[in-house]
């Protein structure tokens, strides 16, 4: 599975039984954080835990005016400790192109404290843009709250 270079994670699009056997795609993957409104239905969970595949659902909404900081700090949290462990790591979303990545970019920002760039929609990152538009607070505050989450054990 194709990582980011900072962290065996994985920015994916929401999982189906089927290609949890891709190796490419989901081998050796340990955890997975769903920021989906879409909790998984009853044989996605049963092929999670027959892959050994750990999970937690921090679910998010693209509507306007989602508030994403609750989840956000929940998905952190997980994946530092997931992270800690050692552990391959996915987060999905639907597509895989907006909250996924954006999760993915507040964990870079956690670990490094610097912002990842990977361009959106004329934005830095996916991050700066959900900041500007107001599922998350403002960036400044951003930063604050996840520093915090560091010392959180």
Same mark, same amino acid.
């Given at each position: 599975?194709?990582t980011?270079?900072?962290?065996?994670?994985?920015?994916?699009?929401?999982?189906?039984?089927?290609?949890?056997? =891709?190796?490419?795609?989901?081998?050796?993957?340990?955890?997975?954080?769903?920021? $989906?409104?879409?909790?998984?239905?009853?044989?996605?969970?049963?092929?999670?835990?027959?892959?050994g595949?750990?999970? *937690?659902?921090?679910?998010v $909404?693209?509507?306007?005016?989602?508030?994403?900081?609750? $989840?956000?700090?929940? &998905?952190?949290?997980? *994946?530092?400790?997931a =992270?800690?462990?050692?552990?391959?790591?996915?987060?999905?979303?639907?597509?895989?192109?907006?909250? $996924?990545?954006?999760?993915?970019?507040?964990?870079?920002?956690m670990?490094?404290?610097?912002?990842?760039?990977?361009?959106?929609?004329?934005?830095?990152?996916?991050?700066?843009?959900?900041?500007?538009?107001? =599922?998350?607070?403002? *960036?400044?505050?951003?930063?604050?709250?996840?520093?915090?989450?560091?010392?959180? &054990?």
């Open positions: 599975m194709k980011y270079d900072f962290a065996p994670i994985a920015a994916r699009e929401y999982p189906t039984v089927k290609i949890l056997d =891709h190796p490419y795609i989901w081998g050796g993957v340990e955890f997975c954080l769903n920021v $989906s409104e879409k909790a998984y239905a009853k044989d996605l969970d049963v092929a999670m835990k027959e892959h595949i750990q999970w *937690l659902h921090c679910p $909404s693209e509507d306007e005016g989602a508030d994403w900081l609750d $989840s956000l700090k929940r &998905g952190l949290v997980a *994946l530092r400790d =992270h800690m462990a050692g552990k391959k790591m996915v987060v999905h979303c639907d597509g895989g192109n907006n909250r $996924s990545r954006s999760f993915v970019e507040a964990f870079y920002l670990l490094t404290g610097g912002n990842y760039h990977d361009e959106y929609r004329g934005e830095y990152n996916h991050l700066i843009y959900n900041c500007k538009i107001g =599922h998350l607070p403002p *960036l400044e505050e951003l930063e604050q709250s996840i520093r915090k989450l560091i010392t959180i &054990g």
